[in-house]
């Protein structure tokens, strides 16, 4: 039942969306949602929705996790980094793409959640941490960095932080527009940008707000 409800996700919503590669869609395959949605809310685990998280926070929409997979294009061999955990689901998405997960959540409620979840589903190879991603400063660099809040202010932070050839996903804006954007790091002291869609999805906490003009 799960798995047909499963397989109807990835071809009715996700696959609908423009997520065409296939190893994007074989790893929402792989990877259950049910598990990682509260108990209260375990009906829509498979509904192209947003999922209320303690805290106030939500779980992304599996269309916007498919394309935010798809645009990382992850190879398998990646060092992965993830600016909030929620409950786990993307971060076991990010593993089952990549090589190995750090990721970073500012709740403590969430991050022992995302913990648990990805403990019970037995994946390795993940560190959830507990802490203010606008303030920590990771060890090393990462080939591929997903940012699953928005930034009402584009912040480069988090573009210092890609290897050379590394990719960024990150959503820019306030509601009711946001632009999701895939950030390259060509070189040392370039990067490109490339506008994907549009969406609207939490604001990061903490980061940084328009400045408001006052007359």
């Not at 071809?11 to 108990?39: C, G, I, S, Y």
């Not at 403990?119 to 959830?128: F, K, N, P, S, W």
């Not at 090393?140 to 930034?151: H, K, Q």
């Amino acid at each position: 039942m799960q798995a047909d409800a499963r397989e109807q996700m990835i071809e009715n919503q996700v696959r609908a969306w423009e997520v065409l590669n296939e190893r994007v869609l074989d790893t929402l395959r792989k990877v259950p949602r049910e598990p990682f949605v509260p108990p209260h809310f375990r009906y829509l685990a498979y509904a192209d929705m947003e999922v209320p998280l303690p805290g106030g926070q939500h779980m992304l929409r599996p269309s916007v996790v498919g394309r935010l997979l798809q645009a990382l294009h992850l190879s398998g061999t990646e060092r992965v980094f993830e600016v909030g955990a929620g409950s786990g689901f993307v971060t076991a998405c990010l593993r089952a793409a990549g090589a190995a997960v750090q990721s970073i959540e500012l709740l403590p409620e969430l991050a022992d959640m995302a913990r648990r979840n990805l403990a019970t589903l037995g994946v390795q190879d993940i560190e959830i941490l507990t802490g203010d991603a606008v303030q920590y400063e990771p060890q090393g660099r990462f080939e591929a960095i997903a940012v699953t809040a928005s930034l009402p202010v584009y912040d480069p932070r988090f573009q210092k932080r890609l290897a050379v050839g590394g990719r960024l996903f990150v959503v820019v804006g306030e509601a009711p527009v946001m632009e999701a954007r895939l950030i390259r790091r060509v070189s040392e002291d370039v990067w490109t940008t490339e506008g994907l869609f549009e969406t609207v999805i939490d604001p990061l906490i903490n980061a940084t707000h328009p400045v408001e003009f006052t007359f």
